[in-house]
């Protein structure tokens, strides 16, 4: 399919889809996942949702840990910070969602910074520990500063509005949330075509090197946890929009834990691969749900298996995909693509 | 006026002299070879000019200007750009990514600006991809320019180094041993590329390197280390000829040795 491809200009040849077929098919999805809401229940809506917001914080923590090489396990803590950003400011402030998301973001930008200054020092496991205390310390002080986050007991967020509109149910927050992930995927995309993108993945593969051929490391380290930490923190606004009350315990290690699965899985290094992690995490599960709830008039106890059988598969699929494809499921998708490209004559 | 004035360097680690007292003065668009047996001290005071060790004591002094307590990417941005004797390639990037990783300092983009892309960001990136692919053109890799690094044959990435550290069109360029584990087509390539890099881009080379014919061959002055000190500074025709020299690579003339024993 890609014979006779040939590239005059340097902006041809640096595009983002290398066919023309391929952006045919890229307007196809967006215009499918605009008509979403008028051909899914509200069940799927509401996982739909969930899904756009995971890929939001996987492609934050992928530009993080997958481009830039530092290993986080802040992302609950750093999603906790975008949603109670945004639990004070649209529902103590009142202040409109247009203004609401991107604060949270630099808010939350601003915090992962914080964190991110052990990096000058730490790589690798070592940083994975200390951001671990970062979620801890966050953790801490959201239970404790109860006059602004109402400690334990939660927070509850107001709908989403904007002047006389307001987004009151899931299908309206869609509309919202659908945006925001297409501009934040094209924006990691040109990021990574762009100066800072590079010097991110040079930092990841040769710290060293990248230093000697004039990247400020430590200020690029910065400005990765900052970017990533915008993502992260957008995505927690959104959830904030989405849950509606929110609390210390929506924000569990284990959901840091899930996001790195999200992004192993899907592929370390790779923006495709953030969204494809994000919807097999997310989406495992619901699709596990409806297996057993089909299953359950033959064998009853699989309701009680239920959590336990979601844990196991969960695990099994990280090993299984670290054995037969350690590069995720992005590389993968490439394979594939790949072996279409020349078909039928794959000479 | 040198390019390079290097003066009194001492840097030792925890009481290990590794250098004690060194000093040379490079001319500008000539080639420098520095030599000396093995753990004379070459790559470390390398790595001093280039910013990554800081000596005790000395000063290096660059176009005029005292480099000795800069960073190193400080150090690159006045156009100083090295290799290293164990590639450090970035290998999961292509060739052009590591190309373009050698204009990140001239580049302007930032974040907004990278993110957007349309605009600023295109022109930029289109403009230094233009400047990478002259380079490309120049050490003959157009047919791997879009392969991944680590994939490369050794002699190509040894290639790559050099092409990485000139898209940066540093004024002083450190090669620390280009050739070592080439073949002799593959050294030959290398030399004509290294001579045509000083002769038409006008670049001053520092290079460290074991191959006697290339360093004689190529060479404007050389400066001789042993155990971290200098012994012999000049041209290779009269560091050749000099005694301290010969001893240090040969041992002790024969009738010396008997004399003493």
Same mark, same amino acid.
């Given at each position: ?87 004070? $400011? ?47 310390? +966050? ?17 509850? +967020? ?15 927050? !869609?509309?919202?949330? $659908? ?43 910065? $400005? ?118 020349? !078909?039928?004559?794959?000479? | ?138 050490? &003959? ?19 790559? &180094? ?25 050294? &030959? ?57 010969? &001893? ?14």
């Amino acid at each position: 399919m890609r014979c006779g491809d040939f590239r005059e200009t340097y902006a041809e040849d640096m595009a983002l889809f290398e066919t023309a077929f391929a952006r045919r098919m890229m307007i196809a999805f967006i215009a499918l996942m605009v008509a979403l809401p008028w051909l899914a229940s509200g069940f799927w809506l509401d996982i739909a949702l969930r899904v756009l917001i995971a890929v939001i914080a996987a492609v934050g923590l992928n530009i993080l840990t997958g481009f830039t090489g530092q290993i986080s396990l802040g992302n609950a803590a750093f999603l906790a910070v975008g949603a109670y950003a945004t639990a004070v $400011l649209a529902g103590r402030w009142n202040l409109p969602f247009p203004l609401v998301i991107p604060a949270a973001g630099l808010i939350t930008a601003l915090v992962g910074m914080v964190f991110g200054v052990p990096s000058l020092r730490l790589k690798g496991l070592y940083l994975a520990v200390a951001t671990l205390a970062a979620h801890f310390v +966050i953790e801490f002080g959201i239970s404790h500063w109860e006059s602004v986050t109402g400690g334990v007991n939660g927070i509850s +967020i107001p709908s989403p509005k904007a002047g006389p509109l307001v987004l009151a149910n899931d299908r309206q927050l !869609y509309f919202l949330a $659908l945006p925001v992930a297409a501009s934040l995927l094209l924006f990691a995309r040109n990021l990574f075509r762009t100066k800072v993108g590079k010097a991110f993945v040079a930092i990841r593969d040769q710290d060293i090197s990248s230093e000697v051929m004039g990247v400020n490391v430590f200020r690029y380290k910065l $400005l990765s946890f900052a970017v990533s930490s915008f993502y992260v923190g957008v995505a927690g606004s959104l959830l904030a929009y989405q849950a509606r009350i929110i609390s210390p315990e929506n924000f569990p290690i284990s959901l840091a834990i899930d996001q790195l699965g999200m992004i192993i899985i899907g592929g370390l290094g790779s923006i495709l691969g953030s969204v494809f992690g994000a919807v097999f995490i997310t989406m495992l599960p619901e699709l596990l749900r409806l297996v057993t709830s089909a299953l359950s008039s033959t064998f009853p106890e699989l309701t009680t298996l239920f959590a336990s059988v979601k844990m196991g598969v969960f695990g099994l699929a990280i090993v299984l995909f670290l054995i037969f494809e350690p590069d995720g499921m992005a590389a993968r998708w490439h394979t594939i693509k790949n072996y279409w490209k020349l !078909y039928p004559f794959s000479y | 006026m040198s390019i390079l004035d290097v003066r009194g360097i001492i840097l030792h680690f925890r009481g290990v002299a590794a250098l004690s007292d060194v000093s040379f003065k490079v001319e500008p668009k000539t080639i420098h070879a520095i030599i000396g047996p093995n753990g004379a001290g070459k790559t470390s005071l390398l790595n001093c000019i280039s910013g990554v060790y800081r000596p005790q004591h000395g000063t290096i002094t660059f176009d005029g200007i005292d480099i000795s307590r800069r960073s190193p990417s400080a150090r690159t941005k006045l156009g100083i750009a090295r290799t290293f004797q164990n590639i450090a390639l970035f290998k999961g990037m292509s060739v052009l990514d590591n190309l373009l990783i050698g204009r990140h300092v001239h580049q302007h983009t930032g974040v907004m600006g990278g993110g957007i892309y349309w605009g600023f960001g295109q022109r930029e990136e289109i403009e230094h991809r233009a400047l990478c692919e002259d380079i490309i053109d120049f050490l &003959e890799i157009q047919h791997i320019r879009k392969h991944v690094v680590g994939t490369l044959a050794y002699g190509l990435q040894k290639r790559v &180094e050099l092409a990485r550290a000139l898209a940066l069109a540093p004024r002083l360029l450190l090669l620390d041993e280009p050739m070592a584990g080439m073949n002799a087509e593959e050294k &030959e390539d290398m030399a004509r590329f290294v001579v045509e890099t000083a002769e038409e881009r006008g670049t001053t080379i520092v290079m460290i390197e074991h191959d006697m014919g290339v360093v004689m061959d190529l060479s404007n002055s050389v400066t001789v280390l042993n155990f971290g000190e200098k012994i012999a500074d000049g041209p290779p025709e009269e560091v050749q000829r000099s005694k301290e020299v010969q &001893e240090a690579y040969l041992g002790e003339p024969a009738e010396a040795a008997e004399l003493s024993a």
